[in-house]
């Protein structure tokens, strides 16, 4: 793997787009400008999901995918790196539907049939920022056998593939389903998830991403990488704004320049020397699971104080309230995880 003085930005950036996708929830500058806060929460936000998935094939991917086939002590550690990953995440995604239920089941989105959960446990996720688990939880398993089975291209090659089809049903979904052959070929994804972004056409490209930065023996400076930044950025937003105004998009998380984007943030990140924030990476996770409770929280009282114009129908202040809520509520609770740390 590539040696780092520190991943200090990287840490700090876990926060970064954790708020993004608290963005994506509350649409911050909904107020202001429908076209704007499309451009600034739904396609510069995208990055912060794929981040996530990077920062997995980085840290815990590219180890197994280094020394697999080996035996070795350094073989035997990245394997069971890859396990307690799998097993913390299916922890969390059990304690998370767990604590989101009695909010499914007051807002009446519980379902009897057996086939509904499945999908949702397996794909959509069983509240609606919980797909993301069971993606990764997929994606991790399915780039693993990739690894057993082909070479670093052909895994380069299937992964992109598969977010191209991905991509198809997403961004540009109204376009394709003009053919009746593809309508029909995504009529019958859909039967089985709701959306693309999931853990087969979404999630692989961006965990292998991650896996050969780490293992791979480009470093790129910071000035360049800002530049492919700025570059592909420039290129995502027209991509998006393209495909918003064409109303193509059954969905808006997947965009073709999404990849280069990530690319280049990932290498500028890496080009940084910043002191680490070790707390952001349960803080970020943290965000990421509760602030559905701080939207309903912030809802609650700016109703309950008869100051719902000013808290909720104004976005901006409704995103920054419900991020303040969700960092408090977050930091409450990183402490608590990191004492109880601690005592084990």
Request: glycine residues 6%.
């Amino acid at each position: 793997m590539r040696q780092r003085k520190n991943y200090g930005a990287i840490d700090q950036f876990r926060l970064v787009a954790a708020l993004f996708i608290v963005a994506i929830h509350t649409g911050p500058l909904q107020s202001f400008s429908e076209t704007g806060d499309f451009l600034v929460t739904y396609c510069m936000g995208r990055v912060g999901v794929p981040f996530f998935l990077m920062v997995t094939g980085f840290f815990v991917l590219a180890p197994y995918q280094k020394f697999q086939g080996r035996t070795s002590n350094k073989a035997e550690t990245a394997s069971l790196k890859v396990r307690k990953f799998l097993q913390k995440t299916i922890i969390l995604y059990g304690a998370a539907i767990l604590l989101y239920l009695p909010v499914k089941i007051y807002a009446k989105q519980w379902s009897d049939s057996p086939w509904e959960w499945l999908k949702e446990i397996f794909f959509d996720g069983t509240f609606y920022h919980l797909w993301y688990l069971p993606a990764v939880l997929m994606g991790c398993l399915l780039l693993i056998g990739m690894m057993h089975c082909f070479s670093p291209l052909t895994i380069s090659l299937i992964t992109f593939l598969l977010y191209v089809v991905g991509t198809a049903g997403d961004s540009y979904y109204q376009l394709v389903s003009q053919a009746p052959v593809l309508k029909t070929f995504y009529e019958g994804i859909f039967g089985i998830s709701s959306y693309t972004r999931n853990g087969i056409f979404f999630a692989p490209i961006y965990l292998w991403m991650g896996v050969v930065i780490a293992n791979g023996k480009l470093e790129m400076v910071t000035r360049k990488a800002a530049l492919g930044l700025l570059i592909s950025m420039a290129g995502m937003l027209g991509e998006g704004f393209l495909t918003f105004t064409m109303e193509w998009q059954k969905h808006n998380s997947m965009y073709l320049l999404l990849i280069p984007v990530m690319f280049f943030l990932f290498e500028l990140l890496l080009s940084m020397d910043v002191t680490s924030f070790a707390l952001a990476r349960d803080l970020s996770m943290c965000v990421y699971i509760i602030h559905p409770i701080s939207i309903i929280l912030v809802r609650g009282a700016a109703d309950a104080v008869k100051m719902t114009d000013l808290f909720v129908k104004q976005s901006l202040v409704h995103y920054l309230t419900v991020c303040a809520v969700s960092l408090v509520l977050s930091f409450v609770t990183a402490k608590m995880m990191e004492f109880m740390k601690n005592r084990t």
